[in-house]
């Protein structure tokens, strides 16, 4: 089966879908499975593969990105609408 | 590892190498770009930079940049012959900018509209100049050079979340090896390290690079809050958005692969030639077409450009390799991309994309052209600090 996420650093709590992923597709990378997706994840797009709690950081590159604004499920898709910049809060 | 890969090009008489032997027809005002361009039709083999700056400006920095970014484009070291078009009344008027150029070491004419009688009577001596300059090129031959008689600059832009997987890191591979075959390797884009300043600093060669670089990244940050506001943080393009990149956090880690994981030995100026070889920083604006600018006056021979929604931009006397980040963009633009890094999704590995890219930079270098090039989709425009008046 080929890759359909690609986790970039062994830390990260998020992948990066490489083609558009349907609810209950798998996110697999190198032969293992990280998550399901729970909505439809857009190609390019971060898939949660593990629970982030509200307030807790989004790493990619093993590196902090973001924070939630909400408790993401593993499997949700990561984006502006639950993580805001860490660096400048939305007021 | 084929280190022994032999380049070629053209020594100047500073001292740096050319891989282009081209003849650059510049504007000094933007009021004379209609001149550059009748030139251009007349003498198809120019290279023709009209832009839209040299006057209407004021402020210590914005002359310093004006100035910096001109004479940089003239001393070029891909342009063996410059035809310089000035209006006569202008800021960047060639009564200031010549005695800066010094001794160019190269073919110059400089001539201005004001003087010379109009624009055709301009135009028709410049043309006249050009094709004399163009058969002292064409005399000229390529000579043995040393990869550390190059400066690459990387860029990106229209860049999507597979940029910062694909492409950059490809590039940053390539940077790698440059850095290690001598070479200077440099990227600037300074809103693009807001975020990411900390790696970048954790790698300066000493402390006095690693304040340079905190420096340049906390004022970019001031700036970019003081235009944006409460958006700020999330200062990145709609295109940015749609491709699934939250943050500019996340943009800016993406970013900074494309200049490889080697030590940063400075932090050079908007288009300011770096004295140190290895990875440099440049304190320039990450808006492509102005930072490509700034890589040029400081004398970049060549570029790689990532790209991930897709541009075509090219820039004049540089050439310009542009690395499309995924598969699609590669298919549907294929006439402006030279690399496709999308295959590392097929399950091609990095070390093989890298030697391929390797390769087809060697060719470019020793003269083959760029789709860019191919194209003439050169774009010219440089940065400037305050609005006009």
Known sequence: MADSVLVIHENDNVAVALRDLEAGEEA???GKIFATALERVPAGHKVAICEIERGGEIIKYGEPVGISTAVIPRGAWVHTHNLESGRWKRT | ME??????????????????????????????????????????EAVCAPHGHG???????????????????IRHPNVGAAVVIGLGCEVSNTKTLLPMLGDIGKPLAVLNVQEEGGSLKTADKAIGAAREFLEELAAARREPADWNDLLVSVECGG????SGITANVAVGAVADLLVDRGATVMFGENTEMIGAAHVLARRAVNDEVARKITEMTDRAET????????????VISPGNMDGGMSTIAEKSLGCIVKGGTRPVMDVVDYGETPKVRGLVLQDGPGYDADSMAGFAAA??????????RGTPAGFPAVPVIKVASNSELYRAMEDDMDINAGNMVEGVPLEALRD??????????????????????????????????
């Open chain 2, 3 to 44: 280190k022994d890969v032999s380049i070629s090009g053209y020594r100047r008489k500073d001292g740096r190498v050319g891989i282009r032997n081209h003849l650059l027809v510049i504007p000094t005002v933007a009021c004379v770009n209609g001149v550059v361009n009748r030139v251009g039709r007349a003498v198809p």
């Open chain 2, 223 to 234: 700036l970019t809050r003081t235009v944006m506001g409460d958006m700020a943080g999330l």
């Open chain 2, 299 to 308: 004398g970049s021979q060549l570029m790689f450009f990532s790209t991930g």
């Open chain 2, 55 to 73: 006057c209407g400006r004021g402020g210590e920095r914005n002359l310093v940049i004006l100035f910096r970014v001109l004479s940089g484009m």
């Open chain 1, 28 to 30: 697999l990378f190198r």
């Open chain 2, 356 to 389: 391929d890219m390797t390769a087809y930079m060697t060719e470019i270098i020793n003269g083959k052209r760029t789709r860019a090039e191919e194209n003439g989709m050169d774009i010219f425009t440089f940065m400037t600090v305050n609005p006009p008046f």
């Open chain 2, 159 to 162: 860049s999507d979340a597979m």
